[in-house]
């Protein structure tokens, strides 16, 4: 069974920075492809950047590319999200979620586990 317990969201002024961290528990985390996902109120769950088993290949929405990093330690378990520059904007519930594929996919579907998700607010 696969866990993933993310964490690091708060307040922050805009142009302030977080970084949000997922660990997850099993054995297959260095063969899953990870996720960061967010939902605002009001809004549907939108893609925001993807990494490769490896750390290889990362992808981003248009809208964080530039400001947001992710990154992974295989040897921790741990999944991040640097997060710079930050907008009110992005203010939303940040999820990670953990794919048993070799593709890094910007839907929702393909990812079989996801966190409890963790609260990021930027005020203006």
């Known amino acids: 069974q696969v866990q993933l317990q993310d964490a690091g969201g708060g307040w922050v002024q805009a142009g302030g920075s977080l970084r949000l961290s997922c660990v997850v528990s099993?054995?297959?985390?260095?063969?899953?492809?990870m996720g960061w996902f967010r939902q605002a109120p009001g809004k549907e769950r939108e893609f925001v950047a993807g990494i490769s088993w490896s750390g290889g290949r990362t992808v981003y929405a248009d809208s964080v590319k530039g400001r947001f990093t992710i990154s992974r330690d295989n040897a921790k378990n741990t999944v991040y999200l640097q997060m710079n520059s930050l907008k009110p904007e992005d203010t939303a519930v940040y999820f990670c979620?953990?794919?048993?594929?070799?593709?890094?996919?910007?839907?929702?579907?393909?990812?079989?586990?996801w966190g409890q998700g963790t609260q990021v607010t930027v005020s203006s």
């Open positions: 099993g054995r297959t985390f260095s063969r899953c492809v």
């Open positions: 979620a953990a794919a048993r594929t070799t593709l890094v996919y910007t839907t929702s579907t393909p990812y079989d586990y």
